[in-house]
């Protein structure tokens, strides 16, 4: 059996924990071979390296793709397709002729929790400059790109408000960033954000947090100046950040919406607030104010997301779309 895994990232720069998912679900799958080839950008490869998913191609988005990709797969045995996005799939139906095709789902999570080993809390807050004293919230979202750092930054905001002190910790290509770091440098509060390239491959430094805020962009605020005037959002949340954040044993606050409900639950293994900035920092404040409480919900969040999202639960999954699959006694990654 020989599986191949198309990728692409059509609209935007591709998301780590995307591909990550990816090798980690490749590492676990009971196949005897299996190859990955990327479409169109270059950043592709560059990622992939960074998260350790083997490439064995990548193909140009210039010209007739489905032509090149019908080339590249003649002659080499394929006897299955997993078209890790909608775009990928067209792609597949137009280039596979009767190879069977697989669409998994691009933003369930899965995960290799070995990935989390290896941060080290101490380094991470000394490259940040957090005093002991200071919450690091980390900012997640279904990606890295969905994060909403505006809103995330007036919540950590009305936080430092109070007697408290929390840093927020973002990944570079947070939606509205750029907005939120001179929304900051006008109120004097640029030390409470914390921008992080690192971020956006969480497993390397949620380690240094303390709290979890999910926060989605599911609104475009255009020029308003979310201080004065309060903007209509439908709240999202869940996917891959969350359960990072969880899987690294963080006590999480989330918006109440049908997404984060099927992940968290309020008071057993995180915190649900109304999708308003000053009920979601007072979530914060709870957390902040109870060590007690972080920890309990911290446990309990890492321990159901051992068991929902582990790489092997969601290899299972896959290898039960492919009802040819030959049994294997060990698992291939990818080559």
Do not use: K
């Amino acid at each position: 059996m020989h599986v191949l895994h198309l990728i692409d990232s059509p609209d935007r720069p591709p998301c780590p924990m995307r591909l990550a998912a990816v090798a980690d679900i490749s590492a676990a799958l009971s196949v005897p071979r299996q190859s990955v080839v990327l479409i169109g950008r270059v950043e592709l490869e560059d990622i992939a390296a960074r998260v350790g998913l083997p490439v064995s191609d990548r193909l140009g988005a210039g010209g007739s793709v489905a032509r090149t990709l019908r080339r590249w797969l003649s002659g080499r045995g394929v006897d299955a397709i997993c078209a890790w996005s909608a775009s990928a799939m067209t792609l597949a139906q137009n280039a596979a002729g009767t190879i069977p095709l697989i669409c998994p789902d691009p933003q369930a999570p899965a995960m290799d929790f070995d990935r989390l080993r290896d941060a080290d809390r101490v380094a991470l807050r000394r490259r940040w400059g957090a005093e002991e004293d200071d919450c690091v919230v980390a900012l997640v979202g279904r990606t890295v790109y969905d994060c909403d750092a505006a809103l995330g930054g007036w919540v950590v905001g009305l936080v430092d408000q109070t007697p408290r002190t929390a840093r927020l910790l973002i990944p570079p290509g947070g939606y509205g960033r750029r907005r939120l770091e001179r929304m900051f440098a006008m109120s004097g509060q640029s030390r409470s954000l914390i921008v992080d390239p690192p971020a956006a491959q969480p497993w390397r430094v949620l380690a240094g947090c303390d709290v979890a805020l999910s926060v989605d962009s599911s609104a475009n605020y255009g020029g308003v100046d979310l201080t004065v005037q309060p903007v209509l959002r439908i709240p999202t949340g869940g996917g891959m950040g969350l359960a990072w954040a969880m899987a690294a044993g963080l006590a999480v606050v989330v918006e109440d919406a049908a997404a984060t409900r099927l992940h968290v639950r309020h008071e057993s293994n995180g915190l649900v607030a109304d999708p308003s900035p000053r009920r979601m920092a007072q979530a914060v404040c709870r957390l902040i104010d109870d060590p007690a409480l972080r920890q309990r919900l911290g446990r309990s969040a890492a321990l159901d997301a051992q068991q929902r999202h582990a790489a092997q639960t969601a290899a299972d999954r896959l290898t039960g779309q492919m009802p040819t699959l030959e049994d294997s006694s060990g698992a291939a990654a990818p080559t």
